[in-house]
């Protein structure tokens, strides 16, 4: 059974006219176009090195900024226990101080006339 001759056929490149391309004639032909393509890779690889690197940076700083975050929140809530009113008494008895019996009152200063 024959197979009918397509045009687009004709048109495909023989693969020994390909291999004679590929070859020796074919790698120094375009070996400006080889060396610009492994340049473009080495800047590729290397601004991918960088960015992970900038990555690794952010995230570490992220993790500072969180435990500085934690150990704020933590003085501050120590803070805000120490100063409560009963906190405070109880500070000031073991330093020999005591609750004052009568409320405080307002030294009032006659205005002088000028």
């Known amino acids: 059974m024959n197979l009918p001759e397509l045009p687009l056929l004709k048109k495909l490149p023989n ?3 390909m291999l ?3 070859g020796h004639k074919g790698i120094v032909h375009n070996l400006p176009f080889i060396l610009y393509c492994s340049a473009l890779a080495l800047i590729y690889i290397t ?3 960088y960015a992970e690197n ?3 940076n952010i995230n570490a700083t992220a993790r500072e900024l969180k435990e500085d975050r934690w150990r704020y929140i933590d003085e501050k809530s120590q803070f805000m226990f120490i100063t409560k009113e009963s906190q405070l008494e109880t500070g000031a008895l073991k330093i020999g ?6 409320p ?3 030294i009032q200063i ?5």
């Open 15 to 17: 693969w020994r006219t």
């Open 54 to 56: 900038a990555i690794r």
């Open 47 to 49: 601004m991918n090195h």
């Open 20 to 22: 004679h391309e590929a």
């Open 97 to 102: 101080l005591e609750k004052a019996i009568l």
């Open 110 to 114: 006659p205005s002088t006339p000028q």
């Open 104 to 106: 405080p009152y307002k």
